[in-house]
């Protein structure tokens, strides 16, 4: 069985990351891309799908771990009654697929053994196991192969290689696993300690960058380098968490693989890469997310795989248990061919902050985004199914109509800046000022005094909490004070936001799937961002703390919190919710509101003459 979620470090290279395990297991691994098949699947099943442990032998061993200073290179303690060593897990941040784990003597001896069994294609490929001409043992199956290299001694049993050694103060042993593909040659090996060096080099000379000056610095570093390991170097594309199907109700069926790349999360995330002092980063987001939109608006998706891929089918690893029997185990996610209007906003206002904070636009940004806006017009005006990609059928949700308004409103004032006579600003201010006054009049009950989550709805939706940040309405306006005191009082449990009710005052399901779901992270940083831009600046600090004190000892957490058993759920770590602390911290630290950095109204636009039906006149340099 596997650990706990939160018992789990991350170790990278940009391109895919393996999960580590407190008891020394590493129980995923998918390679040589994050949404590759796993090799290592025991997250999700048993031994029999996959696993590499390194540990003392003894069973009552102590275990302390920490990344190093400013690195994901992992440092993992092992203490016995005879002695201690330390076990070092790294993926070098260079070419190639390497994956290696130091063995060191620190005090006295210690008995290690060493368990690997490769279980391609998620745990249903047994290799087949030999011995290369050097001694490096080679396991091939189908495309995939990889080869492990040590100086240790080496038997098989059964299906698994075992190493048994005894180290001493001192001493160290060390194994590297290479992939590579079947039909070429063996992986060059590689020197461990030298990679060792460069590799600890590399992120910390990276995250040295980050901003400072914050009550949790360290935190906030902790989080940057976990966003930048998320991303797949070769395209910029940032994955929403490297794993699939890790539950959201424990034993229950909201299980989806998030090793994909959400438009919903754009905004948020180039805000924080370009705030925590990332622009490289945050431009090849924002390239990525432009290469990825490219085509017939009509065609755009709300999620896309880590290189732009648009074909993502989802389907069901029946011969899987799941996590703690969480079934089904998906691949691949259905969402994608979900309509979330929400999305265009997001492009427009991730586009719109990247210009805020010096970044040049893009040459093709003006025609992509003209084209998305010409769909827009009338696109706005039907149901989808809104920012949760909730299963039960389309509805007007509020926090997609705000966003097709923020579209339109970075347009215009994207135009203003650029003094652009030949866009069509009337069209979109009249466009702009329809979505305004129908979520005003649609989607704000009186006798709830809150915004609601869709028309003539009475459910509350914790993506309300995003009116102010956008700038669709101030953060003193009564309707927003409204809907902050409505998600206190019906979406707060002890102290976590849900996004939404999953059950009705009837019992039944408003999202089309069965069962509950944790506390959704990142709404509860947006509820503390809404009590700093109210003033309420303790209470958010208060919420920040406990937020933080939810993360594993390493500093990492998932998408959910189930505050009941008080434990994390859903994939891990996961990218929104690093990218949300990231910014709640900021945001504190900086006496701002999200208001105030994100969507605070600009001067009074330029009037312009231009004819409501020029629609179709030609653009010149609306800097998308």
Known sequence: MAGRIEDYALIGDGRTAALVGRDGSIDWLCWPRFDASALFARLLGTEEHGFWKLAPVAENAEQFWRYRTGSLVLDTYHTTHAGEVRVTDYMPAADGSHLIRLVEGRKGKVAMRMDLAVRFDYGSATPWVSRNE?????????????????????????????????????????????????????????????????????????????????????????????????????????????????????????????????????????????????????????????????????????????????????????????????????????????????????????????????????????????????????????????????????????????????????????????????????????????????????????????????????????????????????????????????????????GFVLRYETVDAQGGNVDGLPGGEGAFLPCTFWYADNLIGLGRRDEARGIIERLIGICNDLGLVSEEYDVKRKRLVGNYPQAFTHVALVNTILNYSRAESPEAKRGAAEADDVEDEEDETSSASPATALPL
């Open 134 to 494: 050097l001694g490096d043992l080679r396991a091939i199956s189908g495309p995939h192969k990889v080869v492990l290299r040590t100086q240790a001694p080496l038997r098989g049993s059964g299906k698994t290689t075992i190493s048994e050694f005894t180290i001493h103060e001192g001493e160290s042993v060390w194994f590297v696993l290479s992939y590579g593909a079947s039909h070429c040659e063996d992986p060059p090996p590689i020197e461990p300690r030298k990679v060792l060096a460069e590799t600890n080099r590399f992120w910390r000379e990276w995250s040295d960058r980050c901003a400072t000056g914050t009550p949790w610095d360290e935190m906030l570093k902790r989080s940057a380098l976990t966003l930048k390991a998320l991303i797949y170097r070769p395209t910029g594309g940032i994955v929403a968490a490297p794993t699939t199907s890790l539950p959201e109700d424990l034993g229950g069926v909201r299980n989806w693989d998030y090793r994909f790349c959400w438009l919903r999360d754009s905004t948020f995330t180039l805000m924080a890469l370009m705030d925590s002092g990332f622009i490289e980063e945050a431009r090849a987001w924002r390239d990525w997310l432009l290469r990825a939109v490219a085509g017939s608006p009509e065609q755009a998706h709300i999620l896309y795989g880590i290189a732009g891929e648009r074909l993502l089918p989802e389907i069901e690893l029946d011969w899987l248990p799941g996590y703690e029997g969480s079934r089904p185990v998906r691949v691949g996610n259905a969402a994608i061919e979900q309509f979330q209007l929400d999305v265009y906003g997001e492009l427009f206002d991730a586009l719109y902050q990247g210009r805020q904070r010096g970044m040049l636009g893009d040459k093709d940004g003006w025609r992509v985004g003209r084209a998305i806006l010409g769909h827009l017009e009338t696109a706005w005006r039907e149901p989808d199914e809104g920012i949760w990609e909730v299963r039960g059928g389309p509805r007007h949700f509020v926090h997609s109509k705000v966003m097709a308004w923020v579209a339109f409103d970075r347009a215009i004032r994207s135009h203003t800046e650029e003094e652009s006579p030949n866009a069509p600003l009337a069209l979109w201010r009249r466009l702009r000022d329809e979505i305004h006054a129908e979520v005003c009049e649609k989607g704000f009950d009186k006798r709830l005094n809150s915004f609601v989550q869709s028309y003539g709805s009475k459910a509350l939706d914790a993506s309300l909490l995003l009116i102010a940040h956008v700038g669709f309405l101030p953060q003193d306006d009564p309707r927003v004070v409204g809907t902050v005191a409505a998600v206190e009082k019906h979406l707060m449990r002890d």
